[in-house]
């Protein structure tokens, strides 16, 4: 695959404050790549300086094989940006912001601004200033769009917009992804990016600490397993298997409930030798996944 970012050492300090520090990334085209971290971690900044609005303090980059500073304004035409702190004119309509922004990218997006506009149920002729805060939401995704990038930066893209919304939204982002284009999300909605996207990196005290498919995440978390059995088991012989981290009996014995990580193959093998009357699992959340990269925080303490 052709990585659409690629950054080595990337390094921000505001004067001696860590923004990000020493960012290894590789984005694939074609990708959802989901960004996750609590506020503070280098999210945000990451991004600004992938997009240079900030200039880096060590460090080197590329968007779509070209230098992130030298190369800035063609990065920023090829790019639909959505930034987490969005500001708009508020005199403006929606249709007069939009078609500002299309007129310097030199591009006519009259049609898929409609077309937008139209999934969304944002009325363009309105002046932004009277918009709520997930109807100036709804612009500034319009606008990211719009211009059909190769390339998607959103920054918390779906704050402020309705269930419904977001779900239309999730409805995009697949559709972008099947045309081959590559998206770079962060959010802070988790449930979210475990739905959209393909890879994930967990950011911690400004670094980059994990990077893997989503999938692989789970498989290194806990599922959950609880087997319902017509007579009373013994637990112990399922407590020495291979990744039952623990186990919990109910009933008098008939009821276990059964914490694996990794696979649960040695589990359903074990439960086989019995008379099962239910069996139900239960995959970790990549929330469970991205709070236990913080654990070590909070036992260190």
Same mark, same amino acid.
């Given at each position: 695959m052709t990585?659409?970012?690629?950054?080595?050492?990337l390094t921000k300090f505001y004067g001696t404050t860590p923004g990000i520090i020493d960012l290894d990334l590789c984005v694939e085209?074609?990708?959802?790549f989901g960004f996750i971290g609590p506020n503070g971690a280098g999210k945000s900044t990451s991004i600004r300086v992938l997009l240079n609005f900030l200039f880096p303090t060590e460090g080197s980059g590329t968007i779509?094989?070209?230098?992130?500073?030298?190369?800035?304004?063609?990065?920023?035409?090829?790019?639909?940006y959505l930034p987490g702190d969005l500001s708009m004119y508020d005199t403006m309509t929606a249709r007069e912001f939009l078609t500002y922004f299309a007129n310097l990218r030199k591009v006519d997006t009259q049609r898929e601004m409609e077309s937008l506009a139209d999934r969304f149920e944002l009325d363009l002729d309105r002046k932004i200033k009277d918009f709520s805060t997930g109807n100036r939401q709804k612009v500034g995704v319009v606008n990211a769009f719009m211009h059909e990038p190769e390339l998607l930066i959103l920054d918390e893209p779906t704050a402020? /917009? %309705?269930?419904?919304?977001?779900?239309e939204f999730q409805n995009l982002i697949n559709e972008v992804r099947t045309e081959g284009r590559t998206v770079f999300l962060s959010s802070h909605i988790l449930p979210e990016v475990d739905r959209i996207a393909d890879r994930v990196g967990i950011v911690r005290e400004n670094r980059l600490i994990a990077v893997d498919s989503v999938e692989a995440f789970k498989a290194k978390a806990h599922s959950t397993v609880t087997i319902q059995f017509s007579t009373a088991v013994d637990d112990t012989?399922?407590?020495? /298997? %291979?990744?039952v981290h623990s186990t919990e009996s109910r009933n008098g014995g008939s009821t276990l409930t059964i914490t694996v990580i990794g696979s649960v193959d040695a589990v359903i093998k074990?439960?086989?030798?019995?008379?099962?009357?239910?069996i139900s699992t239960r995959d970790s959340e990549l929330e469970e996944v991205f709070l236990s990269y913080y654990a070590v925080d909070a036992d260190a303490s």
């Open positions: 990585p659409v970012i690629e950054t080595s050492g085209e074609g990708e959802v779509l094989g070209l230098d992130i500073i030298k190369d800035s304004i063609e990065i920023r035409s090829r790019t639909g402020g /917009l %309705d269930p419904l919304m977001q779900q012989t399922f407590a020495a /298997l %291979d990744g074990e439960a086989a030798k019995h008379d099962v009357v239910s």
